[in-house]
T-cell receptor
Framework: QKEVEQDPGPLSVPEGAIVSLNCTYS??????FMWYRQYSRKGPELLMY????GNKEDGRFTAQVDKSSKYISLFIRDSQPSDSATYLC????????????FGTGTSLTVIP | EAGVTQFPSHSVIEKGQTVTLRCDPI?????LYWYRRVMGKEIKFLLH????????ESGMPNNRFLAERTGGTYSTLKVQPAELEDSGVYFC??????????FGPGTRLTVL
């Protein structure tokens, strides 16, 4: 079983829609959760990170962590064509190593 | 501030040849990571340097892979001899704290 599961999509939405991207994980030791955005032929770009459970908002983006369900989400409000990219979740155990565990990524297209 | 840079951006070699990938981290970042993404799979951790010391190399696939970070600045990842299954995108990331990891654009390696 993979440590992190992420629906690869593809996901296609009209401009202005609310997008919900999700990951599940199996290891309860994960405490630190990140979302990366990756444009084609580029490296992953850190969007947001959260520690433990709860919500974090940054502009049009909201990251949500539910540790009881081992489920994390990224919401994008008022989606724009420039949001079209692959979104990767990543997570890390606290205090035991620095490696990140990634999902496979969800491909998102926002149609003008 | 310059980001993480990687060279070359793309390398095509034949099975049995040697390839050396280079990563220049963000200035002042002691932590340097190598990751690899094989087509269709998630990004996977290879190893982690703190300055010039290997902190964790648990993700290195086998002894055909050799990573170095002389002087705690740039790092190289050598594959010798390359096999078909080594094809993929090799990412380097750097971090000041170990939590926010900033990724380079990657080197796309094709082994024929």
């Amino acid at each position: 079983q993979k440590e992190v599961e992420q629906d690869p999509g593809p996901l296609s939405v009209p401009e202005g829609a609310i997008v919900s991207l999700n990951c599940t994980y199996s290891n309860s030791a994960f405490q630190y959760f990140m979302w990366y955005r990756q444009y084609s032929r580029k490296g992953p770009e850190l969007l947001m990170y959260t520690y433990s459970s709860g919500n974090k908002e940054d502009g049009r983006f909201t990251a949500q962590v539910d540790k009881s369900s081992k489920y994390i989400s990224l919401f994008i409000r008022d989606s724009q064509p420039s949001d079209s990219a692959t979104y990767l979740c990543a997570m890390k155990r606290l205090n035991t190593g620095n490696q990140f565990y990634f999902g496979t990524g969800t491909s998102l297209t926002v149609i003008p | 501030e310059a980001g993480v840079t990687q060279f070359p951006s793309h390398s095509v070699i034949e099975k049995g040849q040697t390839v050396t990938l280079r990563c220049d981290p963000i200035s002042g970042h002691d932590n340097l990571y190598w990751y690899r993404r094989v087509m269709g799979k998630e990004i996977k951790f290879l190893l982690h340097f703190v300055k010039e010391s290997k902190q964790d190399e648990s993700g290195m696939p086998n002894n055909r892979f050799l990573a170095e970070r002389t002087g705690g600045t740039y790092s190289t990842l050598k594959v010798q001899p390359a096999e078909l299954e080594d094809s993929g995108v090799y990412f380097c990331a750097s971090s000041r704290t170990g939590y926010e990891q900033f990724f380079g654009p990657g080197t796309r390696l094709t082994v024929l």
